[in-house]
């Protein structure tokens, strides 16, 4: 089975987050593929979640939903958001 990629989605995140690794792992499970932005190793990626996003809160998912971007917090709202896209 192929991966499935999503354009219109990224990932912010960090390697040591529990809740990150959760939602790492769903993606990794589901055969999803899309940009994964590691804020720690990033401060344009941190700055990009903090100004779009009102938080430095991760795992955050940027979603761009026909012309608006959304951005979803929450590891079980991302992966329930994930496995209905993957269908």
Request: proline letters at 2%.
């Amino acid at each position: 089975m192929s991966a499935k990629n999503l354009n219109d989605v990224q990932l912010y995140y960090f390697n040591t987050c529990p809740y990150c690794i959760k939602v790492l792992l769903s993606i990794k499970m589901m055969g999803l593929e899309f940009e994964h932005k590691n804020i720690h190793s990033s401060e344009i990626y941190k700055d990009e979640l903090i100004e779009g996003g009102g938080k430095k809160q991760v795992p955050c998912l940027r979603i761009e939903e026909n012309d608006s971007v959304r951005w979803l917090y929450e590891s079980s709202d991302i992966i329930d958001y994930l496995q209905q896209r993957k269908g």
